[in-house]
């Protein structure tokens, strides 16, 4: 039989497949991927925080006494009333003390932890999740804590009892406004809780620090210790001291719910947030004079944030310097 007739018997040799070419299905666009993962979030920051926001700057130009749909409007009647307010703005130059304490006093214990931690050579991370674990901690519940255990003002209280070690008598920490013990029942908690968080800042920036500069230093005659923390390691923080300001610098001035449990409903030593809390949703339920205090609260807030990033020179670039 010829080749011909067997090629013929075999019939014709298959079509080699050509390669299947990948479609682009609607879930593999980035840009459709992006809107699935982020559209979620926009939509309910829209709802639960942008809404609420120009709704509130809405109502604080309008009588809205036991309403949130007003309809008399008062123009700025609300604000001069909240800026007369002597319980408001005493509240706003409290706090400006209060922030002028807490945020260096922050500051310092948070950048102490950090370079203790920094130069552990051993159990280093089982001392940074110790330090930061109160981080996770509810300020509602560090509150209770607080109250009615360490600083219960009872004599079986964990303070009085340590201060009955040395003789000192039972102190009411939370009941008597003179003198005011409060204030550091309040400082002790705060520290407590947030302080944690800001070491892992600190300690982060450390960790970025180049080896090279302190090598430098020490080739320079400079000392370990004071020396290389004040012109290496400090100048090297700039940036996240920045930072760490402003953040408890915004935080100070929202403080609400270690007073609010804590003091619960005494009229003095309330923060600005409590005082537009009980003038809301107070007896009163003035929801415009409410409003117009979280604005100028609001205001307060970027001014003193705005200034204090000017000294520190937030956003300015090394070639600033």
Do not use: H
């Not at 930061?132 to 079986?156: D, E, N, Q």
């Amino acid at each position: 039989m010829s080749t011909t007739t067997k090629l013929d018997l075999a019939g014709p040799a298959p079509a080699k497949a050509s390669p299947a070419r990948p479609r682009r299905a609607l879930r593999g666009s980035p840009t459709f991927n992006f809107w699935l993962f982020t559209g979620p979030f926009l939509i309910g920051l829209a709802i639960f925080v942008y809404a609420p926001i120009v709704w509130s700057l809405w109502l604080s130009f309008f009588d809205a006494r036991f309403t949130v749909t007003p309809d008399k409007f008062i123009g700025f009647d609300n604000y001069k009333y909240m800026l007369t307010n002597d319980d408001f703005v005493g509240s706003l130059g409290t706090f400006t003390v209060f922030a002028a304490f807490i945020v260096p006093t922050t500051w310092a214990l948070s950048l102490g932890l950090a370079l203790l931690v920094n130069r552990l050579r051993f159990m280093r991370a089982f001392f940074r999740s110790v330090f930061f674990l109160p981080t996770a901690c509810s300020y509602v519940a560090a509150s209770l804590i607080w109250k009615m255990s360490i600083f219960s003002g009872v004599r079986f209280g964990l303070m009085n009892t340590v201060l009955g070690w040395f003789g000192v008598e039972n102190i009411a920490w939370l009941a008597d406004p003179s003198p005011p013990w409060y204030w550091f029942v309040i400082v002790t908690a705060r520290l407590w809780l947030q302080s944690g968080f800001y070491m892992i800042l600190f300690l982060a920036a450390l960790q970025n620090i180049p080896g090279e500069l302190y090598e430098a230093a020490a080739i320079d005659g400079a000392k370990p210790g004071w020396q290389t923390f004040w012109y290496i390691t400090l100048p090297q923080l700039r940036a996240t001291s920045t930072a760490v300001i402003l953040l408890l610098l915004i935080a100070a001035y929202q403080a609400f719910d270690e007073f609010f449990n804590l003091l619960s409903k005494t009229t003095w030593g309330r923060p600005p947030l409590v005082e537009l809390y009980y003038k809301a949703l107070g007896e009163s339920q003035d929801y415009g004079a409410g409003s117009a205090g979280a604005v100028i609260l609001t205001v307060l807030i970027i001014i003193v944030t705005l200034f204090q990033g000017k000294i520190m020179g937030f956003g300015r670039g090394d070639e600033a310097k």
